[in-house]
DNA sequence: GCGGTTTTGTTAATAATTTCACATTTTCTG
DNA sequence: CAGAAAATGTGAAATTATTAACAAAACCGC
């Protein structure tokens, strides 16, 4: 069930799922679509679409029911047990992405982080306790991780992404500069930041005209 | 001259570049565009048709000239003169950045970073000095700042972009989870890496049946 | 130097995504 | 209470992006 949804709609409920959560903090009942869709930067056209792929009914004349919405978005993107992830590499965007998600009620629970430093294994940093990468197969298999997040240096990208298929990682967002390659029932995301950097300068260097 | 480009052209061009440098490196001169398409995860037909909007013409049976087509690229996304970068916000997520990029020849130059802690003004981090947040207009100006990274926490997404458009600048990549908006003469680029990890959270989801 | 193989370049076809256009319903206003 | 305004929901059209298919050229082995 819904598991038909274009990609882009997946990571625009996301996104939606994030402003919405705002607007209930703020006590906003109801929403419309226009409204949405201006934080986003997209059409109102594009959100109802969305809303309409995953069967959410708004009211008409009084838009969309923020708590409702923010319930059905998670029921479709959330797994109901939650999903435990694994940080690989505690340098700067490992505690950067730790840091993020600390305090945020989400399905998905950052429960260990992974580094070759000495210094940083047997620490836990922002209640996330670090162990050696040696390790990895063990820990990944007793706490029961699915995803892991890839923040090492580029020359360990390789051999982390091999030990993780190893321990039977089931997704990997590899925030590496170099790609990975996987078997196909590990589900890949690769971000490059160099990549959006440039695409920003190229897209500012042919503004100037 | 080549603005018509579609963006995700744009964003692969830069991704064959870094993994063109590698080969280079490597000493390869050469490199087919099956090769390329399997270090990206995509197909030699899109390598070769991305190749053709750029105008690259390779050789029947050698495929491309390493050398040759990393200074094409180069042409294509580069500005001639470079553009100075600076980072909003020197914490973790900043940091990495600034380390990701040191070392990378590159146009894109980040020449200022800035935040409010007092403890981190007038330090220089990885080469980067970093300046209190009141000087930034005068900052960008003085060194030509053209594109800004927002890493700032969430709270202050929206007045660092606003003193950022007031200051002048022309791209900004915002990596905080807090949309933002900008004039149209802004190039404005999101990445939220929390929708990213739920992406792949909702994808291992319905891959386990 | 001939037949088979490999690779590029490109047109045409397909697929994915977004936008248009508008019917429908609700609310507001006079 | 009639007409105007504002909002949703959605089929159809348009746009954007990817893949298929194949001609043409270059090289290899014999």
Redesign the interface.
């Given at each position: 069930m819904?598991?038909n949804l274009p990609?882009k709609t997946?990571?625009r409920l996301?996104?939606y799922r994030?402003?919405l959560l705002i607007c209930l903090e703020k006590g906003q009942t109801h929403i419309y679509s226009h409204e949405i869709a201006?934080?986003?930067?997209i059409t109102a056209v594009q959100v109802r679409r969305d809303l309409m792929l995953i069967g959410y009914t708004g009211t008409l004349r009084k838009g969309y029911n923020v708590k409702d919405l923010i319930d059905l978005i998670g029921n479709i993107?959330?797994?109901t047990e939650g999903?435990n992830?694994a940080i690989l590499g505690m340098?700067?965007?490992g505690?950067?992405?730790i840091?993020?998600?600390a305090g945020?009620r989400?399905?998905?629970k950052i429960v260990a982080g992974f580094d070759i430093n000495p210094d940083k294994i047997g620490n836990t940093m922002s209640g996330v306790p670090c162990f050696s990468s040696e390790d990895m197969n063990r820990i990944i298999r007793e706490k029961n991780i699915?995803?892991g997040?890839m923040?090492v240096p580029a020359e360990f990208a390789t051999s982390t992404a091999e030990q993780l298929v190893k321990a039977g990682i089931?997704?990997?967002?590899n925030y590496t500069?170099k790609?990975v390659?996987v078997p196909d029932?590990v589900?890949?995301?690769?971000?490059?930041?160099?990549?959006?950097?440039?695409?920003?300068?190229?897209?500012?260097?042919?503004?100037?005209d």
């Open positions: 819904m598991k990609h997946i990571e996301s996104q994030r402003a201006k934080i986003q930067h993107i959330d797994s999903i992830v340098g700067n965007l505690r950067a992405l840091n993020y998600f945020k989400s399905q998905l699915k995803v997040i923040t089931r997704g990997i967002l500069p790609p390659t029932s589900y890949l995301e690769e971000y490059d930041m160099i990549t959006s950097l440039e695409k920003v300068a190229f897209f500012v260097k042919i503004n100037e």
